[in-house]
C-alpha cells in the first residue's frame, strides 16, 4: 500500500512528503513557491514510464545515456478540468538500442507496467513520441 502526508504550511502552500520521506513543495502556482497539483500528474506518469524504460534497458544490458521526457497535457475546459489528452515526447541518447527496441519499451511501460498511466487512462488518451539519438 502505498501512503503519503501532506501538510498545509500556510497561504494556498503545502508540503507533502511520500512513503520514502521525500519532500515537495505544492502551490497553486500563483505564487510560483511549488509545484502545481496538476503538473505533477505529468511529472508523476513521465517518471513512471521512464523509470520502467531504463529498468528493461538495464536487464538488457543495453546502456542509455541520456533521457529526457517533455510532457504536454490538454485539459478539459469546465472544472474539475481534467486531461483529455497527454502527449509524452522521450529524447534518448543510446549506444546501440534501435527505434523499434526503444518504441516497444516505451509502449509496454505505458500499457503493462506503469500504474499512473493506468490511472489516468480512462480520461486521458495518451500519445507518445520520441527522438533517439546515437551516443
Not at 508540503?15 to 497539483?37: F, L, M, R, Y
Amino acid at each position: 500500500m502505498s501512503s503519503i502526508s501532506l501538510q498545509w504550511i500556510g497561504q494556498e502552500q503545502f508540503v507533502g512528503t511520500d512513503s520514502g520521506n521525500h519532500s515537495v513543495v505544492i502551490s497553486t502556482g500563483q505564487d510560483q513557491v511549488g509545484a502545481k497539483p496538476i503538473d505533477l500528474v505529468l511529472i508523476a506518469l513521465a517518471s513512471c514510464i521512464a523509470v520502467t524504460v531504463i529498468m528493461m534497458f538495464n536487464k538488457q544490458k543495453e546502456n542509455i545515456t541520456k533521457l529526457e521526457i517533455e510532457a504536454q497535457g490538454e485539459r478539459k475546459t469546465d472544472p474539475p478540468r481534467a486531461f483529455t489528452h497527454i502527449h509524452l515526447n522521450f529524447k534518448v541518447s543510446a549506444k546501440e538500442i534501435t527505434e523499434s527496441g526503444l518504441e516497444r519499451a516505451i509502449w509496454v511501460a505505458e500499457q503493462k507496467y506503469c500504474p499512473v498511466a493506468a490511472a489516468v487512462r480512462d480520461t486521458a488518451k495518451i500519445t507518445t513520441s520520441f527522438e533517439l539519438m546515437m551516443a
